[in-house]
C-alpha cells in the first residue's frame, strides 16, 4: 500500500451544482501535496469528503486502502477552516479532549508548541482571539502523530509573520512517511515546502505533477504557473 | 468510545445545570426558612416583609420554570451547536461512528430532563415543609399498586423514561431535517418539529381506529379490572412508543451519515 490516497471517478453533486466532477488522482506516502485552486473550486469540497463530513455522489475514495469512516479518522489529523473548538473549554482541557480520543496524540509536543506561541494552556477559548484560536487548532492538529494530515486553508486566517511559524510548525512536525495536503489559494507563502501540486478548478483536475518536475520542464515558479492555468 | 463521548457531554452539561439544579434546592431551602406563604397568609397589613415575601415567591417560581425551559434549551443547544455548528468539524472527524454521537447525546439529556424533575419535586417537598416524607411515599407507592396492580409500580417509571426518550429523539430528528434546508435552519427545525409532531398524532389517530373495533373496544366494554386494562394499554404504548422511538433514531442517523452538510 504505497499510496496514502486515492479516488477514482470521484463525483460530488449539490442540487444542481457539480461541485466536484468526476475526479482521479493517487497521492504518494511521504509527501507534501498542495491542493490548489481558486476560491469555491472544489478544495474543501474534497477535504470534506476525505473526512466523511460529505458523502460522494459517485465514485469512490481510498484512503490508505479504506472508504472514509472510523479506520480512516484514526489516521487522519485533520484541520478544517472553521473554529471548531468548544469555547467552554480551557485549552488544557482541549488536550485533554484530544489525548483522550486520539491514540496518536502526543500531549508533550502539544504543551511545547504553546508554550513556544506564549499560549497560556490555562486560558478559556472563550476569550482568545480568532487568530490565537485557530494557532490551538494547528497545534493540536499537528501532535498527532497522524498518517495523513488535511490542512483546510491552515495559513489563510493568520498574520503573514505568523504563518512563517506556521508552516515551520508543520515541517518539522511531521515523520516522512506521512502526508500532507495543503489546500489553499496562498501559493506564494507555502510553494517552498510543496513536493507535489494539484492543480484544481470549478470541480475538475487539471494538473497534477512533482514540483521538481514542473520547474525543470517549464522553469517556471508554481506561482506563475497557477496564474498562467487560472488566468481570468 | 462511547463512554468517552458521555463523559464529556455530561462534563458540557454538567458545569451549567448542576448550579443551576443547586441555586433551585438552595433558594427553596431559604423560602421554608423565611415562609413567605405563612407570613402573607398571617399577616393583616402590608408592610416591606410582606412585599419581600411576594418577590421571593415569584422568583421561586421563575426559577423552577427557568430549571425546566433551560435543561430543554441546552438539550436542544448541545444538540444542534455540538454536531450541526462549527464544533460538528470537531465531532464528526472524531473516530467513532454517528449514532455514538446521538445515543451519547440522548442518554445525556435524559438523565438531565429526569434530573430537572427530581429537583423540582425535591424543591417543592422543601418548600412544602412536609413531613414523614418517607411514610408518604410509601402510600403513594401503595395507591399505584391498588390502582394499577403491582406491575404498574415498574411498567409506569419504565413508560415515562420511554416518553422522555421518544420526547428528545422526535427533537433531534427536528433538528436533523431543519438542518437540511440551505437557509433558515432553526426555523426550519421547529417547523419539522411541528411536522413530526402532526405525524405522531396521525399516527395514534390510525392506530386507535385499526385496533378500535379488536384492542381498544373489549378494553372499554370488558369487565376487567383496571390493572388488566393498564397493563394492556402499557403493552400497546410501549410498543407504540418504541416504534415511532426507532424511527426518529433512523431517521437522526441517516441524516447525519448520509446527508450532512456542515456549514
Not at chain 1, 479532549?97 to 478559556?124: H, Q
Not at chain 2, 467513532?96 to 434530573?115: D, E, N, P, Q
Request: hydrophobic fraction near 45%; charged fraction near 15%; include cysteine.
Amino acid at each position: 500500500m504505497n499510496n496514502i490516497l486515492e479516488c477514482n471517478n470521484l463525483t460530488k453533486v449539490f442540487g444542481s451544482k457539480k461541485a466536484l466532477n468526476n475526479i482521479s488522482f493517487t497521492i504518494p506516502r511521504g509527501k507534501i501535496v498542495g491542493l490548489l485552486g481558486p476560491n469555491g473550486s472544489g478544495k474543501s469540497t474534497f477535504i470534506k469528503l476525505c473526512n466523511e463530513l460529505l458523502t460522494a455522489t459517485s465514485g469512490n475514495l481510498l484512503i490508505s486502502g479504506h472508504k472514509p469512516g472510523v479506520a480512516t479518522k484514526k489516521i487522519v489529523s485533520y484541520l478544517p477552516e472553521k473554529t471548531y473548538l468548544n469555547d467552554w473549554m480551557k485549552v488544557s482541557q482541549m488536550v485533554e479532549f484530544f489525548e483522550d480520543f486520539y491514540d496518536d496524540f502526543n500531549p508533550t509536543t502539544a504543551y511545547d508548541m504553546l508554550s513556544k506561541l506564549n499560549i497560556n494552556p490555562k486560558d478559556k477559548l472563550k476569550t482568545m482571539s480568532k487568530g490565537t484560536k485557530e494557532k490551538v487548532q494547528l497545534i493540536l492538529v499537528m501532535s498527532r502523530e497522524a498518517e495523513l494530515y488535511l490542512l483546510d486553508e491552515p495559513i489563510g486566517g493568520v498574520d503573514p509573520a505568523a504563518r512563517d511559524y506556521i508552516l515551520d510548525t508543520i515541517l518539522n512536525n511531521y515523520n516522512e512517511n506521512a502526508t500532507i495536503i495543503i489546500s489553499t489559494h496562498l501559493i506564494s507563502d507555502i510553494e517552498k515546502i510543496l513536493d507535489y501540486i494539484i492543480f484544481i478548478k470549478d470541480g475538475e483536475v487539471v494538473m497534477t505533477k512533482e514540483v521538481d518536475e514542473i520547474r525543470e520542464e517549464t522553469g517556471k515558479s508554481i506561482d506563475l504557473l497557477f496564474r498562467e492555468v487560472f488566468k481570468c | 468510545m462511547l463512554n468517552k463521548l458521555l463523559r464529556w457531554e455530561f462534563k458540557a452539561t454538567a458545569r451549567l445545570l448542576i448550579p443551576l439544579y443547586l441555586t433551585l434546592l438552595l433558594f427553596s431551602l431559604i423560602n421554608r426558612i423565611i415562609n413567605p406563604f405563612n407570613l402573607i397568609q398571617t399577616s393583616n397589613n402590608f408592610s416591606l416583609q410582606i412585599f419581600i415575601s411576594y418577590i421571593t415567591i415569584v422568583a421561586y417560581f421563575s426559577l423552577v420554570v427557568g430549571t425546566v425551559a433551560m435543561t430543554l434549551v441546552i438539550m436542544i443547544q448541545r444538540f444542534y451547536k455540538s454536531l450541526l455548528g462549527d464544533e460538528g468539524y470537531l465531532m464528526f472527524t472524531l473516530p467513532t461512528t454517528t449514532w455514538k454521537h446521538i445515543i451519547s447525546k440522548l442518554l445525556v439529556a435524559v438523565v438531565w430532563v429526569i434530573g430537572s424533575m427530581v429537583t423540582t419535586i425535591t424543591s417543592i417537598i422543601i418548600i412544602s415543609g412536609a413531613d414523614n416524607i418517607g411514610q408518604q411515599l410509601i402510600e403513594l407507592i401503595n395507591g399505584v399498586k391498588e390502582i394499577l396492580g403491582v406491575a404498574g409500580i415498574f411498567t409506569l417509571p419504565f413508560m415515562m423514561l420511554l416518553m422522555i426518550t421518544t420526547a428528545v429523539l422526535m427533537i433531534y430528528a427536528a433538528i436533523s431535517l431543519g438542518h437540511m434546508f440551505s437557509r433558515h435552519k432553526l426555523i426550519a427545525s421547529f417547523a419539522m418539529y411541528g411536522v413530526l409532531y402532526l405525524f405522531s398524532q396521525i399516527l395514534i389517530v390510525i392506530s386507535i381506529v385499526i385496533f378500535s373495533n379488536s384492542f381498544f373496544a373489549t378494553l372499554i366494554n370488558s369487565t376487567e379490572t383496571t390493572p388488566d386494562i393498564f397493563r394492556k394499554l402499557s403493552i400497546f404504548y410501549i410498543i407504540f412508543a418504541t416504534l415511532l422511538s426507532t424511527v426518529y433514531f433512523t431517521l437522526t442517523n441517516t441524516l447525519l451519515t448520509k446527508k450532512l452538510n456542515l456549514e
